[in-house]
């Protein structure tokens, strides 16, 4: 595709409720990457694959909170038990590879947990 | 956590007008990043600076960059209203787990007609 997609675009889940955000990357894109962004601040970084090798999850915020990338193309980031504080916008980025590349961007799923 | 802080936080300027956003952060970099946000058209890419480079252009933009003073500057020429939007600055560490993006905390920038 032209970009990165992901969806859903909008979310609202119950407080104890689990979800999936996908993520579908522009083909041949090496590197995936969720960030976490909270209403009125700049993206945080939750996790990064490499093909289907996840090499980072150091921002993962607790253990309810899973990303995986089977094939090396499209990624899901599963939230469990969401709980009110899990509310942001989830965004996706790839990239070709390589420190010196650009980062593209979806447009988001905002997660709502009400 | 976020790498540094945006300066300033909001800015409004008239059409035509120059805008300029400054960035600081806080650890060696390998490269430093603009993007532009805004609600329609989520996070877009504008700019990469290299860290042995000074300064960059790119149309209406011009990015400086000071390793000595972990900081960079955003320079918007003859500002339209269409760049009214979030701009954050973005660094990209060093080899070694560094292939992430660490973002600032933003400058809402409104362009007024």
């Known amino acids: 595709g032209a970009g990165v997609s992901q969806s859903p675009r909008y979310k609202v889940a119950k407080r104890g409720q689990d979800v999936a955000l996908r993520c579908d990357p522009i083909?041949?894109?090496?590197?995936l990457f969720w960030y976490q962004q909270a209403l009125g601040q700049g993206p945080e970084f939750l996790t990064y694959?490499?093909?289907?090798?996840?090499?980072?999850k150091s921002g993962l915020p607790s253990d309810r909170f899973f990303a995986e990338r089977p094939e090396g193309s499209v990624s899901t980031l599963k939230i469990q038990r969401t709980q009110q504080e899990d509310s942001a916008v989830y965004l996706c980025?790839?990239?070709?590879?390589?420190?010196?590349?650009?980062?593209?961007f979806g447009q988001g799923t905002r997660l709502t947990v009400v | 956590s976020q790498q540094g802080e945006e300066d300033p936080q909001a800015l409004s300027i008239q059409e035509g007008e120059n805008a300029t956003m400054n960035c600081s952060y806080k650890?060696?970099?390998?490269?430093l990043q603009w993007y532009r946000q805004n609600s329609g058209r989520g996070l877009v890419h504008l700019i990469l600076?290299?860290?042995?480079?000074r300064e960059k252009h790119s149309g209406r933009l011009r990015v400086t960059l000071d390793t000595s003073k972990k900081s960079s500057s955003l320079l918007i020429t003859a500002s339209r209203a269409a760049d009214t939007a979030s701009y954050f600055c973005?660094?990209?560490?060093?080899?070694?787990?560094?292939?992430?993006?660490?973002f600032g905390t933003g400058t809402q920038l409104k362009v007024e007609l």
């Open positions: 600076i290299r860290s042995n480079e």
């Open positions: 980025a790839s990239q070709k590879g390589g420190l010196s590349t650009e980062a593209f």
């Open positions: 650890t060696s970099i390998n490269n």
């Open positions: 083909s041949g894109h090496v590197s």
């Open positions: 694959f490499q093909n289907e090798a996840q090499l980072d």
């Open positions: 973005a660094t990209r560490g060093l080899t070694g787990g560094g292939n992430k993006l660490t």
